[in-house]
Structures are given as structure tokens and as C-alpha cells.
């Protein structure tokens, strides 16, 4: 097949590149640009037929590989379908495995003719099997919805954005339609909007009292409708951080209306009068969550009259809390004080402030009427929303205040996170749209653990590997100890009675890794970091040695074991880093995912870079083992 293409002779490192892909051997142009190097033996740019059969087999033969084939091939040249059944029950743990399965195997991966018609499978058609998508690290059973979604919304961990429309900082960077497109192609399905009074009556979206550009807020919608159920037909919630006046809020609900048509929620359903509806229920449908006064039979009594003009207004009582506070107060300051900063003495006496304070608020009634299921209200305490909150009223809660919350009254915190939807947003001093660890408040329950999307790193690898599960649907239903409300669950305490899991996992080797940034070669000087992310008492970390000069192949073949006590919340994350003793250690690839979404056996673990982007065909070769 090959020996076509060295008709006219020697070939070059670009044809060279393109035979391996026709072959369908996947690797990187750097690495091939090196091996290629290697092996012109002439130092002309060109190679030989059998200087390229070389360079084909450093790259597709990898010593491991061959190692597992060995041991399951008789005559070390072929696995029969029998020893190939024999290695996916005993290693890959296929249980239901039969020559059917076996022959379906050879049919998809054999690519010698002869060997595949005699139910045969060469090392280059067993190669082909272990790096392909079958033997991914993450189960795929969990690619597509499988958990029961007839649950209430409140039994769901949900895929929260904030301040979506921003695409860099919080104080001079640019909104951008990009934030939501982006946004709820991730899969994400409460998205934030920030509305204030525009000109000629058009409300607008961008941070309040700061430089950013602004976006016309029909402009918003009409991408939210044209983009939200792409991903995930479940629904979309609405966020409206709302500083309109009550004529630019008819507008918005004009809006809301007319662009969303039927996929607006707009009533209640007739199933749920007094409770909150599923997902299953809820699919293709965009709720808002704004304030509302009054109750849902009201709003219902209100259907189809007319509204214009009606605005209601009402006293709210703001319990301060004085950490998000001060950091509210550095926030707006921070611009000011760019232009000026003698205003620094004048702005820090600002920041004492009462800790209680009421509020006068204007709501339009056209728009008010438009919440009905996710009612913004103020958190107070947990004392207070056992004796009044009602089912539709949903909590925003800072993280600083959260964080103390979760570490003096976790208990408290997931009793409140099991009948209200919770959401947890960063504290406004994170100017550069940093993030928070969003695993310590998924630990107390909390539905909608708001990010920055738009800010690559660890908390983003978190919430992509976390909503990898339940098909990308952006809806995760609560373990059975964050859904009961009488569950006596606590992250932070001993766990009684509790089916920890045991994981053992031993690292292989890398495949094309990718090289250093700044190397003038294909090499880097390899390791590889195992983190568990979840409760505070299984958060650990272990790392290999270092492989020198080697990114394309390193072998390490080291085992680690893991004891996990609560693996229904728990995140492993494998970072790929460059060692670096003067710089620090420089960031190669990472993949996340949840603990019990793993296959066990021999896994290719996908390297994703910094920004999520697909680093393939680079990834770690391991092998998994678990028993609960």
C-alpha cells in the first residue's frame, strides 16, 4: 500500500506526516518532526521507504502495548478470538463478553485483510483497539443521561455560570455574545445577566459601575434562544441581576416574551402548584429567576391582563454580611482608584458599614410575573428559611460567607441545600475573574456553584470533569445523603457506616506528550501529579518520578493507592508537568473526571491544555482497579 507513494523516490517530512495519518496512526507534528530527523540518515530532508517503515514503528509500536500481547498471544504473532475474550474479561473486565463481541472487536480494528477474514487480530490491529475510543478512561455508559431526572430541580447539582457575558476581567474587559454562546455549548444551564437602563429604552447587559463594553439585552436573549438547547435539552435558568428601572424592565419582559415564545415558563404548571417540577418536565424550557412579590396563585389570577405601567414596590431587608461587603466596596473603588488614588483614604472609611439595612425596590409587575419557579430572595439564616422560605425561592449566597457557613454549620447547610435551590457566587474582589474551589460547596449540596467560564484553571478542570457525567446534560442528581432531608451527612466530620472505595491505579507511560514550551526539541522532563478532589478527608495528592528529556514515551509503571470515603463526591484530576527546579514546574495537560465514572482495566487517560482545548492524540497509558 505504501510503496506507491515512494514512486518518484525519497520522501519528504510533510508526505511523511500525511502516509502516517492515511495509515490512521494519530501523532503530533512535532514529534514526528524529530523522529523524522532521527532517521534520514542522509541529513537531506528526505527518507527512504525503509526510514520511513522505522519511524512507523518507533511511533505505532509502543513497548507496553506489545507487553500485554505477549502475554495473551500464543504464538506471540496473533491473538485467536479466544485469547482476545479471555484478555477483555480478565483485564477490561467485560463480563458479558462472547464471540460476538470478540469478532466485532477484530472486524473494527484489524487492518490486515487476511488476519481479520481468520478471526485473527495482529499487534497492529490490537495497537488500533487500546488507543482508540473504547478503551477511554471514562466509562462510556456515562456519555449519555441514564440518571433518573424526574427528581425535584433541588435534588440537582447544576452547571452555573457567572457573569456570563463577560469574556476577561470584571473592571475594563469586553461583554461579548461569545460568554453565553460559549457558556451553554459547555453545557452550562444557569447563565448570569446583568441589566441596566440603556438608551432610548433598550436595557443593556455589562458590569455595573465599571469599564466594561456593554450589550444591547434583546441582542442576549435572542443568542440564549438560538443556542440553549444544543447541548443539553434540559432547562435553562436566567439569572437576572436586575438594575433596571421598572420601564426599562418592561421592556425586558417584552423581550423575554417575545423572542422565547413557548420555551419561556411563564406559568405554573398544573402538576406543580406547590411544589418545584423535574428536569424531565422542565425539557426546552427557559425559567427566570428575578425578584417577585406576592404569590403564584396571584400571578396566576393576573394571566393576560394588562400590565403596562403597573410597578410594585416593596422594603427589603438586607442582613450585610461584612466580608462581601468590603469586598463589594474594594470592587467599585478599584476603577476609581485607577484614575485617582488619593480617593483611597476617602473610600476606606466607606467600608464600615451597618449590618442590617432596608431597601426600597421597584418591580415591574410585567416582568415580576414572568419568575415563577426560581424566585430570587435575600439569604438570611438557615433559622430563618426553615420557618419562611417557600418551595420557589431560590438563595444567592457569596462565597466568603458561604465558605464560613459550610465550615461552622455544614450540617445546617445541607438540611437548608435540601429543599431550596442554593447558588454560590465569587466574591467581587476577584477583579481579574479568578475562581473559587467549587468542590467544598458541591460537598454541602449546593445546586448552582457559579463561575467565571471564561477563566481557565483548576476550579473550570473541576467543573468540566464534574458535568462530564449524566451525558454533559448539565444536571447531576445529589447523592441519596444530599437529597434527604433528614440525612445526617457532614463533609467535615468522621464518616460512620460510610462504603469507602479503594482505587488502585498504576501509571504506565505517556504517549506524545506534549513538549516544552520553550525546548528547541520534542522533550521535557516528565511527571505526572494524581489528585482526589472532594470531602476534606479524601483530598490527596501523589506524583511520580521524573522521566528526563522524554515527552514522547516515558515510562514510569508506578502504582498508587487511593482510600476514598465518600467516591459519590469525589474528582481525580492528572496533571502532566514539565519539572522545572528555577522556574516551577511547567503545565503540560490535565484530565478530570468523577471517580465512579471510570473503567476499570487498561485506560487511555486524554490530555486536555490549559484552556481546554484537546491535546490528542497526547494522553497517559494507566491501569485502573476499584472495589467498594
Not at 435558568?237 to 418592561?250: A, F
Not at 432531608?485 to 507511560?509: A, D, Q, R, Y
Request: net charge neutral.
Amino acid at each position: 500500500m505504501i510503496r506507491d507513494d515512494f514512486r518518484g523516490g525519497k520522501i519528504d517530512l510533510g508526505k511523511t506526516f500525511q502516509l502516517l495519518e492515511k495509515l490512521n496512526i494519530q501523532c503530533n507534528y512535532i514529534h514526528v518532526k524529530y523522529i523524522f530527523k532521527d532517521n534520514d540518515r542522509l541529513k537531506q530532508g528526505r527518507i527512504t521507504i525503509e526510514e520511513f517503515r522505522s519511524i512507523y514503528r518507533i511511533i505505532a509500536h509502543r513497548e507496553e502495548v506489545i507487553e500485554i500481547f505477549n502475554t495473551y498471544s500464543e504464538n506471540r504473532k496473533f491473538l485467536f478470538e479466544q485469547n482476545l475474550m479471555e484478555f477483555l474479561k480478565q483485564e477490561q473486565y467485560i463480563f458479558n463478553i462472547n464471540k460476538i463481541t470478540a469478532s466485532e472487536v477484530i472486524r473494527k480494528y484489524e487492518p490486515i485483510e487476511e488476519v481479520k477474514q481468520a478471526s485473527q487480530m495482529s499487534i497492529e490491529g490490537f495497537t488500533r483497539y487500546m488507543c482508540s475510543s473504547d478503551c477511554l478512561l471514562f466509562n462510556n455508559e456515562y456519555e449519555k443521561v441514564y440518571q433518573d431526572m424526574t427528581h425535584p430541580l433541588n435534588d440537582y447539582f447544576i452547571s452555573s455560570s457567572h457573569n456570563t457575558y463577560l469574556i476577561s476581567d470584571q473592571l475594563v474587559g469586553p461583554s461579548d455574545i461569545w460568554g453565553y454562546v460559549s457558556a451553554l455549548m459547555k453545557g452550562c444551564r444557569c447563565l448570569e445577566i446583568d441589566c441596566w437602563d440603556g438608551s432610548q429604552n433598550e436595557p443593556v447587559v455589562y458590569h455595573g459601575y465599571t469599564l466594561t463594553s456593554k450589550l444591547l439585552f434583546k441582542t442576549v436573549i435572542q443568542a440564549i434562544h438560538k443556542y440553549a438547547f444544543i447541548t443539553s435539552d434540559y432547562p435553562v435558568v436566567l439569572s437576572l441581576e436586575n438594575h433596571c428601572s421598572p420601564p426599562q424592565q418592561e421592556v425586558m419582559a417584552y423581550n423575554l416574551q417575545l423572542i422565547l415564545g413557548d420555551t419561556l415558563l411563564s406559568d405554573t404548571l398544573d402538576d406543580f402548584p406547590d411544589k418545584l417540577p423535574s428536569p424531565e418536565v422542565l425539557k426546552f424550557k427557559i425559567l427566570v429567576r428575578n425578584k417577585k412579590i406576592g404569590t403564584l396563585a396571584e400571578t396566576r389570577e393576573r394571566k393576560n391582563s394588562d400590565k403596562h405601567g403597573q410597578v410594585q414596590e416593596y422594603e427589603e431587608y438586607e442582613e450585610t454580611d461584612l466580608d462581601e461587603e468590603e469586598d463589594k466596596v474594594k470592587s467599585e473603588t478599584l476603577v476609581i482608584l485607577k484614575d485617582n488614588p488619593g480617593k483611597d483614604t476617602q473610600s476606606r472609611s466607606r467600608i464600615t458599614l451597618p449590618l442590617f439595612r432596608k431597601r426600597k425596590v421597584k418591580v415591574a409587575l410585567a416582568l415580576c410575573d414572568l419568575v415563577i419557579y426560581t424566585k430570587a430572595e435575600k439569604f438570611r439564616s438557615f433559622h430563618y428559611s426553615r420557618l419562611y422560605q417557600q418551595f420557589n425561592e431560590t438563595n444567592s449566597i457569596g462565597e466568603s460567607r458561604a465558605r464560613k457557613l459550610s465550615k461552622l454549620t455544614a450540617h445546617e447547610f445541607i438540611l437548608h441545600t435540601t429543599k431550596f435551590i442554593t447558588r454560590i457566587y465569587p466574591r467581587a474582589t476577584r477583579a481579574d475573574s479568578s475562581n473559587f474551589n467549587p468542590q467544598e460547596f458541591w460537598n454541602v449540596g449546593c445546586q448552582m456553584v457559579a463561575l467565571n467560564f471564561q477563566t481557565p484553571g483548576l476550579p473550570m478542570d473541576l467543573q468540566n470533569g464534574k458535568f462530564l457525567d449524566n451525558g454533559s446534560s448539565g444536571y447531576i442528581l445529589k447523592p441519596r445523603f444530599l437529597r434527604d432531608i433528614e440525612t445526617k451527612f457532614n463533609p467535615n466530620g468522621v464518616l460512620e457506616n460510610n462504603n469507602p472505595v479503594t482505587l488502585m491505579i498504576k501509571l504506565i507511560s505517556g504517549i506524545q506528550l506534549p513538549p516544552s514550551n520553550p525546548s528547541s526539541s520534542n522533550k521535557a522532563d516528565t511527571l505526572v501529579i494524581i489528585e482526589i478532589f472532594g470531602v476534606p478527608n479524601d483530598q490527596v495528592k501523589q506524583q511520580t518520578r521524573v522521566i528526563k528529556r522524554n515527552a514522547f514515551s516515558p515510562r514510569w509503571d508506578e502504582t498508587f493507592t487511593f482510600i476514598i470515603q465518600v467516591p459519590e463526591l469525589a474528582l481525580i484530576r492528572f496533571v502532566v508537568e514539565n519539572q522545572s527546579i528555577i522556574s516551577g514546574n511547567e503545565f503540560l495537560g490535565q484530565y478530570t473526571l468523577p471517580v465512579l465514572c471510570m473503567s476499570k482495566g487498561y485506560r487511555r487517560v486524554p490530555l486536555f491544555s490549559k484552556v481546554g482545548q484537546s491535546l490528542e492524540p497526547a494522553s497517559l497509558f494507566i491501569y485502573v482497579w476499584y472495589v467498594r
